[in-house]
């Protein structure tokens, strides 16, 4: 873990913190361990652990895909093996854990994070959420905010609550849904008549089923699509189940819960949708296959007296699944519930079946005995936040020591929205084109971001207009900034940030034009001409004046006008473009332009909410470990 690493920066002020019980040495890699639960502590009194040990995994998996070293052999019992590394395998990394259970206080969150800017981190990467407040009230904006006037990146997930309900909105957090990969971890399955199908499957063991029956209810539905309390054990057993498809409506936990009940040996279940999660710990033999795939095994067993699998085998990988990448369907996504003309979010990145390390606790369970893997797969925005701060860390490490608004900027131009089909990116389980409220300015393109060309800066000061613009009260911006004096030099909520959002009223003398004045920097180059080209949907007219920026040295400033003109018939949906400029050398600075109607304030005024200070936390955030990287000789 520790080879080729280097000494730890002197200026590191972190530490070690260990029990007595279970007591573990830090390294070069591993250069801190921290824990914050005192107030989780006053209202669970038997929480006396303060070890900074993970007992979950979430932790572990989080930290190594950030920053874990070159491990050869890695898999998940056989799935996806290969050379496992994080995206910035040199960097040293220290952990503050914020919580022994399945939930957290915001005030331990927060104390974590003061102590990590303390200590002197480089890149804040939490992988947790907190139902959305106002900024000022929220300990996430509060304590991300400090970190960003430090020089800090601070990256977050969206959440893992699907449609519109997305986290973590503070335009200085680093905001990542997650996206799929090209990867399939599959069983397969050949029939009687010779027909092969491939199925997903996580079964963690390399059985190979032979000569099997298939076990089909014919003309009973409940029997034949596996409903809770249908089947029995007497007449299954020994065959593989074929669970069908129910009428198109996705039912597969319900169905393996039946399978579960009656401790079958196998099972085939049909459905083109499998929720994350849906596959975690399998105990017995189960793949999933195609709605397609399903028509043809159904015709078979239906046809024969006699239905057999011949072959049933697991623990199989495909690289070059189509198309991918999709945007998780969990992701949480926009509009922003505080603030909507603030795009999030801003990008995303691989977070389904990811393989990094973990704890030596049992993953799952085959008959009576606990299975343990050092490399495990999860899904979830937690694990797609890692992934831009590993890459967030090689840009700091790289880039003159870029400050936050730069790398992120960086990351969000050179992200892409076409995957490898050569479409607009697509949601998990549905066929419709993803709009930017989805995946922000698309999935980061690491290579692409080190040569940005332009960027859109930004400074705290920039932040406490908007703040001031928010119209917040002398207490509540005491609260957000953590001081007594600021000064508001301009009351504004357009931040010049790369990305455009206007909402619309649908009142009929309501204003349809909006316009956005931005300022880029030049990076590239230094004899550069960008010019503008804008792509536009259906309802939107964009101008964008000048339409040529002419640079003659690095790091010179050009600003630019964007005028979005909505049409007085454009449907109350969400609406989107893209303004693209473009040197003579092709390379490419994106920014989308996104129009909403007055329809979507339903939404954002439900997404608000005023819950106390300590929370049940989201599916995929147990186990909270806040993880920080330090980017120094990476």
């Known amino acids: 873990m520790t080879k080729g690493m280097p000494p730890i920066p002197q200026r590191w002020k972190g530490k070690c913190e260990n029990s007595k019980t279970r007591p573990f040495p830090c390294n070069r890699k591993l250069i801190g361990a921290r824990t914050f639960i005192k107030s989780i502590q006053a209202k669970y009194p038997n929480q006396t652990d303060h070890s900074p040990r993970d007992h979950y995994g979430h932790g572990t998996h989080t930290l190594s895909t950030a920053g874990g070293n070159h491990v050869a052999g890695a898999s998940h019992f056989g799935y996806a093996s290969g050379t496992a590394r994080g ?56 304590g991300s905010l400090s970190a960003y006037e430090k020089g800090i990146v601070v990256v ?39 027909l092969t199908f491939e199925g997903t499957s996580t079964f963690p063991h390399s ?8 076990y089909y209810s014919k003309g009973d539905f409940k029997k034949t699509t596996c409903q809770p309390g249908s089947l029995n054990r007497n007449e299954s057993i020994g065959n593989v189940i074929f669970c069908d498809d129910y009428d198109g409506i996705t039912m597969i936990n319900d169905q393996l819960a039946e399978v579960y009940r009656i401790r079958a040996s196998a099972a085939i279940v049909v459905t083109d949708q499998i929720f994350s999660g849906a596959l975690d710990n399998l105990a017995i033999p189960i793949m999933i296959i195609s709605l397609s795939s399903g028509n043809l095994v159904r015709e078979y067993v239906k046809g024969e007296p006699k239905p057999k699998v011949m072959y049933m085998r697991f623990v199989l990988t495909n690289l070059g699944t189509k198309p991918a990448p999709e945007v998780a369907s969990f992701s949480s996504r926009g ?5 909507p003309g603030i795009l999030k979010p801003y990008v995303i990145a691989l977070g389904v079946d990811v393989l990094v390390a973990f704890p030596p606790i049992p993953k799952t ?11 495990a797969l999860y899904s979830g925005t937690s694990m797609a936040t890692p992934h831009v701060a590993g890459v967030a860390t090689l840009l700091k490490a790289s880039s003159n020591n870029w400050i936050p608004a730069a790398i992120r900027s960086a990351l969000m131009t050179t992200a892409y929205t076409i995957n490898n089909n050569g479409t607009t990116l697509t949601n998990k389980y549905y066929v419709s084109p993803e709009t930017p409220l989805y995946y922000g300015d698309g999935h980061i393109n690491p290579n692409k971001a080190l040569d940005p060309g332009l960027i859109y800066d930004l400074d705290t000061q920039d932040y406490i207009n908007f703040l001031c613009g928010l119209g917040y009260k002398e207490t509540e911006m005491r609260a957000i900034l953590r001081r007594n004096q600021w000064n508001c030099t301009q009351n504004k909520t357009d931040l010049n940030y790369p990305s455009f959002v206007v909402v619309f009223k649908e009142e009929p003398n309501s204003p349809r034009v909006k316009n956005f004045s931005r300022v ?3 990076v590239g180059d230094d004899q550069s001409i960008y010019h503008a080209v804008v792509e536009n949907s259906t309802w939107l007219r964009v101008i964008v004046k000048p339409s040529t920026l002419t640079f003659t040295e690095k790091f010179q400033k050009q600003s630019f006008i964007v005028s979005v003109e909505i049409d007085g018939n454009a449907l109350p949906k969400p609406t989107y473009g893209y303004l693209r400029w473009i040197d003579q050398h092709n390379r490419t600075v994106s920014s989308p332009i996104v129009a909403l109607m007055d329809g979507s304030d339903e939404v954002l ?5 005023s819950h106390g200070q300590l929370i049940r936390v989201h599916r995929w955030f147990l186990h909270v470990l806040v993880l920080v990287i330090l980017h120094n000789m990476i």
């Open 520 to 522: 880029v920097t030049n």
């Open 156 to 194: 977050f997930g969206t959440g893992n609550e699907g449609t519109y309900s997305i986290s973590n909105v503070a335009p200085w957090i680093l905001t990542v849904g997650a996206s799929t990969i090209d990867r399939s971890l599959i069983g397969t399955v050949t029939q009687g008549n010779g």
């Open 335 to 339: 509009p922003n519930p505080i603030t």
């Open 365 to 375: 369970r085959i008959g009576d005995y606990a299975l343990v893997t050092d490399y």
């Open 605 to 609: 005024e439900k997404a608000i909410t």
């Open 207 to 214: 059985v190979l089923i032979t000569d099997a029956s298939f």
């Open 87 to 142: 995206m910035a395998p040199h960097a040293h990394l220290a952990m503050y854990k914020v919580s022994n259970i399945n939930e957290m206080a915001a005030s331990d969150v927060l104390a974590a994070m003061d102590q990590g800017i303390a200590d002197g981190i480089d890149i804040l990467s939490i992988s947790l959420a907190f139902d959305q407040r106002p900024y000022f009230k929220d300990a996430i904006s509060i």
